[in-house]
């Protein structure tokens, strides 16, 4: 398979998780050392937090109902690459950009930052 196709499978995993609200899918689809980086509606980052500190609060926050469409997934190399996804969850919309990477032969999130997007 493609660094596309891997990576993209992991991201279509992850919207599986949001719309479910499953826990256990979110946390397999994360690497232990993981991030999470806010960045608000100003451009500023509004704070950076182990992924292993929100799992639950996202599987919480899950919505069937949300509109998402993949952006794009964009290969870097051949073990890594970068996903941006777009939701929309009526009055409140963000993109959230996922950096898959191969790790130990398994392809993780190593990184997610999420903006609030406006207009």
Request: charged content about 25%.
């Amino acid at each position: 398979m493609t660094v596309r196709t891997e990576a993209g499978a992991v991201a279509d995993a992850y919207l599986t998780a949001f719309r479910t609200g499953d826990a256990e899918i979110f946390a397999g689809l994360f690497d232990a050392q993981g991030t999470f980086t806010y960045v608000g509606e100003d451009g500023a980052v509004q704070g950076t937090a182990p992924v292993s500190d929100l799992l639950g609060k996202w599987a919480e926050r899950s919505d069937p109902g949300t509109a998402v469409s993949r952006v794009g997934v964009h290969a870097a190399d051949d073990s890594l690459a970068v996903v941006e996804l777009d939701f929309d969850q009526g009055t409140l919309a963000f993109r959230d950009v996922l950096v898959v990477a191969r790790v130990e032969d398994t392809w993780k999130i190593v990184s997610k930052v999420s903006r609030l997007r406006t207009g």
